[in-house]
Structures are given as structure tokens and as C-alpha cells.
């Protein structure tokens, strides 16, 4: 194989196979900084051996058992100084056994629950999820946050050592305490999705990169956990990402929902999206993701705004506020009201919210009001709306409305 | 991607004798190996004390020195190393691994790539 052939090659290896076999890395040599250099090492002897040896016929097996003799053999070294070698053969001893596909995905879950678990700061949550298993550098995570890297890389090395000094254990948990880590690994990579979705500013190809790794992480866990709430994630989020390029107009100013121009959205992504759907609701254990995506599904469904069917969407509200009670959810809901009943019931049940500060609130009653053709105090609120807006162009679309109330 | 550690310590903590500083001194000859070993090391060298400097300007096209820089400082720059990381945590880790950094500081800075736009202050 010529130079450049391996190194490309190795390139490509690097991209498919470091995360996972820094996933078994880490069970094996029982951390992440010995997992690390392990990886480091094996790679350096990929690109010493491969060029003369040829590719191995499993790049993976040949990483795992590279990186990890590399290190036992270094420890060993140090423990004969040391005096305690002993130990040190019993743990080269161990886990010779073949590795399946089973293990791989197993290690590549332990490593998700780890980066996501509780006791961790939610922000290390994140970063530390992008880098060991999203393979994200800490400047990429940076630019795509618009956050300092060594900040970044501060949160990374704060949540590694208390993963060491807590003794977090490297296992996918138990049946009794599943669910709440599950919902956490599953807040962690929506969170990685909005702030990849979010029109804020920065640069436009990092933010795209977070969606698809998102979405990356949303099908390892719908691959390796058959749990209702993971499918329903994986589904909100491809109903999302299959409108994207039809939410943001040529001058990059958000488009409302109605506006979209939905023969552009993606059907390939909604078609997945309603099986992953289907098969969740038919598990008739009903979580907030299935009852979001079944929501977005319905607006995706739909050919135009007005066929929409708002009177299934008011009832899939009134679940999920039973479920998660939020003001944000109830006044998601009452817009739902408005378009299937009408702006007088939906004005009664926003009146009842507490939501002091937002500009969320003053928006909806603006609209709401202006339907019922009570121009003045619709134009109130879309002002008040608009001072409390922290989004210039959201601000902008607002004063727009209120001037054109007269 | 590249990044230089800075290693600084107090010149009376690591020359003054204590067997924690001595042993640290005795790996440090060593410690270049270990990183060549495993690829990070680009370059690096070990500064003397910063009495045998000279700091010079030019202005209006005329060189001016002086000896020193005789700081007050109670910690001096006493080394540089240039590694090759994957990115700022690697850098980290890898710059944990020197000796002297149990007993004086490592800052690491990565070094600056001229294809990117200068900073803007």
C-alpha cells in the first residue's frame, strides 16, 4: 500500500472505528485516561505496521488488542519497579475471549450511559458526550457552542475525575434504574439536537454537524434499547431535521410553521419517523418524546395548514400535559385549541397561565386577539411582546404585525 | 494540531534540594523519550535560569538590550515542549504526564495556525 494510500486509509479507520474501540478500551484498562493513550498507541502502531502488513482483517479486534497490550506491557514495566506485578498479570489474564458484535454495541452503551450520568454537571454532559462518543475534537465542540475551548476542555477534565473519584461504573444499568438514566442520556443528545436546530447565530455547518450526530446517537440507542421514549426521540427528531431546509428563508429569517413550503420536506425521514411512531404507541407505554413526535408527525402529515388535523393534536396536548406539565406545553396546547375550536376558549386558558417575563405569552394573546378582531389590545401585546423578545429578528416580525394592526 | 507547553516553576522549589524535586529533576532528561516513544513530541528544550538572558527591542530602527528579565517573580518559563495532540484535552493529558508538573505549572497554548483568521480584539 503506497504512503498516502495508508494514510488515508488509517483517516478512515479513525473516523469508523476510534470511538468504539475507545469504548472497549476503557472497560478493558477500567479508565478513560489509560483508555486514551491506549488508543493514542494503537493507532501509532497501525501506522507503523499497516503500511508493510497490509490492512488487518479486522481493524477493531487488531486496535482493541494492540492498544490494550501496548498499555499492560507499560504497566507492567512500571509495576516491576514497583514490586506488584502480580496483580498486574491477573488483569492480562483476563478478557481474551473473542469480542461480537454484541460486546461492541454493549461497550459503545456503557460509554453513552457514563458520559450522560446524573452526577455530572448537565453542561459536562454534553461536552463530555460529544468528544468520547461523538469523536468530536474540544475545539470543534467549542466553535459549535461559541464557547472558549479551554472551557470546554475544563468541563471535560472536571466530569472525567469525577467519574474516577465517584467510582461511576462502567455498565449499561439495571432494569430498576433505567429509565431515570435513560431519560437523562436521551435529554442529553435532545439537548445536543436544539442547540444544533436553534437559529442562533455562529457557524451554520458546525450546527448542522450536531443535528446529524444527534440523530447519530438517537438510532445507537433505538438500536441497542428497544424502549418506547428512545424511538419517540429518534422520531421528533427526524421530523424536525426533515423540515430544516424549509425553516430558514433565503436571508436566514425563521419561517412559521404555516408558511413552510412542505413539498419540500423530507418523506424519506417522515416515513421513518411514523414507523419508529407506530411501533412506540403500540408499546402503550406513552412517554413526552412519543407524544411530541406523534404531534410533529400530525403538522407532517398534513399537505396544507388547514388540513391539519388540530383536534387529534389538542388531545396528544392534553396527554402530554397529563404527563409533563409545563406552562410552555399548556400554551403550545392552547394555540392547538384556537385552530381546532377557537381563539375565545384558547384566550380563557392562557389567561389562566403563569408565565410572568416571557414574551411567549403577549405573542400568543397578540395573535389570539387579533382573530377575535380586538385590534387595540392586540396591539399591545405584540409590543409588550417584542420588548421582552431577546431575538432581533423574532423582535422584528413582531413590531412588523403590530404596525400592520394600524 | 499542534500545541506548546509552557513549563514554569520556582527556581528555589526545584533546585533546592528536596528528594521530590530530585527525582522529578532525574526523569526529566528522560521524560522527551517517553513522548517521542509515542508520537506526540515535535520539539522541546529546557531553558537555563533566566539571569544568563538577554531581552532586546528595536524602535525607530535602533536594537536596545538589557540583561535580565530581572522580575521579581517567584516562578520563571523553564522549558518548552512542542507535542502533537488530536485536540486541547489530549494536549492536557499528555503535558499531565511531565514530571515537573508536580512540582512547578504546565500552561498549554496551542500553537497558532496562519491559515486562520488573526484575532480580533
Known amino acids: 500500500m503506497s504512503v498516502a494510500g495508508t494514510h488515508a486509509c488509517l483517516e478512515t479507520v479513525y473516523r469508523t472505528e ?26 501509532a502502531a497501525a501506522a507503523e ?56 454495541a454493549d461497550d459503545e452503551l456503557r460509554l453513552i450511559f457514563v458520559c450522560c450520568h446524573p452526577a455530572l454537571a448537565p453542561d459536562a454532559r454534553i461536552a463530555l458526550t460529544l468528544r468520547e462518543v461523538g469523536g468530536l475534537t474540544t475545539e470543534e465542540i467549542a466553535r459549535a457552542y461559541l464557547t472558549p475551548a479551554p472551557t470546554i476542555a475544563q468541563r471535560i477534565v472536571r ?6 473519584d465517584e467510582d461511576i461504573p462502567y455498565e449499561v444499568p439495571d432494569r430498576g434504574e433505567l429509565p431515570a438514566r435513560l431519560e437523562s442520556a436521551l435529554q442529553v443528545i435532545y439537548l445536543i439536537f436544539n442547540e444544533g436546530y436553534a437559529a442562533t447565530q455562529g457557524p451554520s455547518l458546525t450546527r448542522a454537524d450536531l443535528c446529524a450526530e444527534a440523530i447519530r446517537l438517537g438510532r445507537l440507542v433505538v438500536d441497542l434499547l428497544d424502549q418506547p421514549e428512545a424511538h419517540g426521540l429518534l422520531a421528533l427528531m427526524l421530523l424536525h431535521e426533515a423540515r430544516r431546509a424549509t425553516r430558514v428563508d433565503a436571508n436566514g429569517d425563521l419561517v412559521l410553521l404555516e408558511d413552510q413550503d412542505r413539498s419540500l420536506w423530507d418523506r424519506g425521514l417522515i416515513g421513518e419517523a411514523n414507523g419508529l411512531i407506530g411501533r412506540a404507541l403500540a408499546s402503550r407505554q406513552v412517554g413526552p418524546y412519543i407524544l411530541q413526535a406523534a404531534i410533529a408527525s400530525i403538522h407532517a402529515e398534513a399537505a396544507r395548514t388547514a388540513d391539519t388535523d388540530w383536534t387529534r393534536i389538542v388531545e396528544l396536548y392534553d396527554e402530554l400535559v397529563a404527563l409533563a406539565p409545563s406552562p410552555v406545553v399548556e400554551l403550545n396546547r392552547a394555540v392547538a385549541v384556537a385552530m381546532a375550536t377557537g381563539p375565545a376558549e384558547a384566550l380563557r386558558i392562557v389567561d389562566g397561565l403563569d408565565m410572568a417575563g416571557t414574551h411567549l405569552v403577549p405573542t400568543v394573546r397578540g395573535e389570539l386577539l387579533t382573530r377575535l378582531g380586538r385590534y387595540d389590545e392586540a396591539r399591545a401585546e405584540l409590543e409588550l411582546a417584542a420588548r421582552l423578545c431577546t431575538n432581533e429578528r423574532e423582535r422584528s416580525v413582531l413590531l412588523g404585525k403590530a404596525r400592520r394592526l394600524g | 494540531m499542534r500545541y506548546a507547553c509552557l513549563i514554569y516553576y520556582h527556581p528555589q522549589t526545584l533546585f533546592g534540594g528536596s528528594p521530590q524535586a530530585n527525582a522529578a529533576l532525574a526523569e526529566c532528561a528522560g521524560y522527551d523519550e517517553v513522548l517521542k516513544a509515542s508520537g506526540h513530541f515535535v520539539t522541546g528544550e529546557a531553558l537555563v535560569l533566566p539571569e544568563e538572558a538577554m531581552t532586546l527591542q528595536v524602535r525607530d530602527g535602533k536594537m536596545s538590550a538589557v540583561d535580565g528579565p530581572f522580575m521579581e517573580t517567584k516562578e520563571v518559563l ?36 496562519f491559515s486562520q483568521p488573526r484575532p480580533v480584539l
Not at chain 1, 159 to 164: E, P, S
Open chain 1, 159 to 164: 466530569a472525567k475525575a469525577r467519574i474516577r
Open chain 1, 49 to 104: 505496521q499497516w503500511p508493510r502488513q497490509g490492512l488487518p482483517a479486522n481493524p477493531y479486534s487488531w486496535l482493541v488488542s494492540a492498544g490494550r497490550f501496548r498499555t499492560i506491557d507499560c504497566w507492567r514495566r512500571e509495576a516491576r519497579l514497583a514490586g506488584t506485578l502480580p496483580e498486574l498479570l491477573a488483569l492480562s489474564e483476563q478478557t481474551a475471549e473473542p469480542i461480537t458484535p454484541e460486546d461492541i
Open chain 1, 18 to 43: 476510534a470511538r468504539r474501540v475507545l469504548a472497549t478500551l476503557i472497560r478493558l484498562l477500567g479508565g478513560f485516561d489509560a483508555a486514551e493513550e491506549a488508543l493514542h498507541e494503537a493507532f
Open chain 2, 78 to 113: 523553564g522549558g518548552i515542549i512542542v507535542i502533537e495532540a488530536r485536540d486541547l484535552n489530549e494536549a492536557v493529558r499528555v503535558a499531565s504526564g511531565h514530571p515537573l508538573a508536580t512540582i512547578g505549572h504546565i500552561e498549554v497554548r496551542p500553537v497558532v495556525d
